[in-house]
């Protein structure tokens, strides 16, 4: 069964950036499409961006040129670099394994204006 746990929240100004990182327990991480999704108060979970087991990459239209998500596969971690923060992308940000049909606990990001 896969674990996954988020890291890299936080409290940031407006233009700033941050970097989450994802941990994945199992081995199944290399073969797996990883992805990141985040949920607002009172707005449904919605999807940031993926990676599939091949590299290739998937991004919301909101996030575009903004986030950028890799992975490491020596280390079973995906990431999620942001810049260019911006007050709407408060949220908070879940890690998701797709076949593994898991989540991460969910890590809080507040961009402040």
């Known amino acids: 069964q896969v674990q996954l746990v988020e890291s890299g929240g936080g409290l940031v100004q407006a233009g700033g950036s941050l970097r989450l990182s994802c941990a994945a327990s199992?081995?199944?991480?290399?073969?797996?499409?990883m992805g990141w999704y985040r949920q607002a108060p009172g707005k449904q979970r919605e999807l940031v961006a993926s990676?599939?087991?091949?590299?290739?990459?998937n991004y919301a239209d909101s996030v575009k040129g903004r986030f950028t998500i890799s992975k490491d596969n020596a280390k079973n971690t995906v990431y999620l670099q942001m810049t260019g923060l911006k007050p709407e992308d408060t949220a908070v940000y879940y890690c998701?394994?797709?076949?593994?049909?898991?989540w991460g606990q969910g890590i809080q990001v507040t961009v402040s204006s």
């Open positions: 998701n394994a797709l076949l593994s049909r898991a």
């Open positions: 199992g081995s199944i991480f290399r073969l797996d499409v």
């Open positions: 990676i599939t087991k091949g590299g290739n990459t």
